[in-house]
């Protein structure tokens, strides 16, 4: 029996959108025609499959007019940001100008008498889970290397972002990859795990909650399909007594606030150097009471409600334990902040790690912010946290953030930067965060299995 899936707009709680999920049987012949069509993809050339995905990621910036204002009502980013597909497309491109070196022979060597190399084989069937914070990055990430590289991908998108699977479906089959090869569809959970303990799928890639990760890891026990995984974090700042500190606030700060905070790789928590920390607090207090909350059409508005009210709740909560805890709020709260999905940005000082605001993952407008005498100090302060996705080092000196950064548990580090996925660049996690890696050469090992080739030339 199919379940009805809706898509409740963070503007004013109302359906935006909603959909029936496929049945069992519907679901399992998706799957099936996607694994039928998989050899003959596989077998075009690989510039030609390069082509159609970027004709298909093209297609998709023709419809950027609509897409905009459908995100803002699907959830909640401000118009006045125009979307996604400056990053979509730069992920996809780099992605298909790497493809021939990535999955190019290793050539292991040959004389007179023998022929060896590893040949990089596409896993089969790629099913794509992906989530509603950065719903067309996040997707491509994974759907035009995994098509690049000959598979046949299925991709079920979050609810909360009903109609971008619908949206990027229509857009490649328009640039002519067929139908079977590329195939968007609404599923529930227990359908989803079904496919995936029945080995549907050759490879799944989830993007989502820790809870969500794990539910994909138990469908797919026993089944040797492998599971790659991008899920919680926590991620932190540490500002130096050496730092850029105009540079370090504004980028921490709006890598903690912008999408309203819902960003993976988000600032969650901010380390700052004692000789420095009454500076950049100012400078970041001044900056968070700057922001307009309000309607995410309105070209004014530069933070949005949270996408749903269930979120905001989350956060709430967080804040209002810190602050019986002994935290201090300190932004007053805004006039739009309606109590529900519309929430206040608020920056904590006296904060601890006794406080889930440091622990628990917020994805919310919320940071705190906490005064360091030493690296030591802030080394074990930002590897006290289950998750380990990025951390950002704010420094002049090259050397010290690299010394940091080999002592810091997180799937990548910046230096005077945030927020910022680099596709030549594993994108990848530890501890709760997950395992695999998406992006650059690494992602497309991870799409592909290496198939060796050993010839022997002469028998005599």
Request: net charge negative; hydrophobic share 40%; with cysteine.
């Amino acid at each position: 029996m199919s379940q009805t899936l809706k898509c409740i707009s963070p503007i004013d709680g109302s359906v935006f959108a909603e959909r029936e999920t496929l049945s069992r049987e519907d679901a399992f012949a998706a799957a099936e025609r996607a694994r039928a069509a998989q050899a003959a993809w596989a077998a075009r050339p690989l510039q030609e499959r390069i082509d159609l995905v970027m004709a298909g990621v093209a297609k998709v910036g023709e419809m950027n007019d609509e897409i905009v204002p459908e995100l803002a009502h699907m959830m909640g980013r401000p118009v006045r940001f125009g979307g996604e597909f400056g990053g979509f497309n730069e992920r996809a491109s780099h992605m298909a100008e790497i493809a021939k070196e990535a999955l190019a022979d290793i050539e292991v060597g040959e004389d007179e008498t023998c022929k060896r190399y590893i040949k990089r084989i596409p896993q089969g069937v790629v099913f794509v889970v992906a989530p509603w914070n950065y719903p067309y990055m996040t997707a491509i990430n994974t759907v035009a290397p995994a098509l690049i590289a000959g598979n046949t991908v299925v991709l079920k998108h979050a609810t909360q972002t009903l109609l971008v699977g619908e949206r990027m479906a229509e857009a490649f089959h328009a640039a002519g990859v067929p139908a079977d090869v590329f195939q968007n569809v609404f599923l529930d959970h227990d359908t989803t795990s079904a496919l995936i303990a029945a080995k549907a799928f050759d490879f799944v890639n989830f993007t989502g909650s820790v809870g969500g990760g794990q539910a994909m890891e138990r469908a797919a026990a026993g089944t040797f399909t492998g599971v790659g995984t991008e899920l919680g974090g926590k991620d932190p700042g540490y500002v130096m007594e050496d730092a850029d500190i105009d540079a370090a606030v504004d980028t921490l700060i709006d890598g903690a606030m912008f999408n309203s905070g819902q960003c993976c790789c988000g600032i969650e928590r901010i380390y700052v150097h004692e000789s420095v920390y009454d500076a950049f607090l100012a400078k970041a207090l001044e900056i968070v009471k700057g922001y307009k909350l309000g309607n995410p059409m309105d070209p004014e508005t530069s933070i949005g409600p949270m996408a749903n009210v269930r979120f905001a709740k989350e956060v709430r909560e967080q804040i209002a334990e810190a602050l019986e805890m002994g935290a201090v709020a300190q932004i007053e709260t805004f006039a739009e902040d309606d109590g529900g999905a519309y929430l206040t940005p608020q920056i904590l000082t006296n904060v601890t790690h006794d406080m889930r605001v440091m622990r628990d993952e917020s994805f919310g407008p919320v940071v705190g912010i906490m005064k360091v005498s030493s690296d030591e100090e802030a080394i074990k302060l930002m590897n006290d946290s289950e998750f380990g996705l990025t951390a950002s080092l704010w420094t002049s000196d090259v050397d010290r953030a690299q010394r940091i950064g080999d002592q810091i548990e997180t799937g990548t580090v910046f230096m005077n930067r945030a927020d910022y996925l680099d596709p030549g660049l594993c994108w990848t996690g530890c501890k709760n965060t997950g395992r695999g890696g998406g992006l650059s050469v690494i992602g497309y090992h991870n799409l592909t299995r290496p198939k060796s080739y050993h010839l022997k030339k002469v028998t005599g």
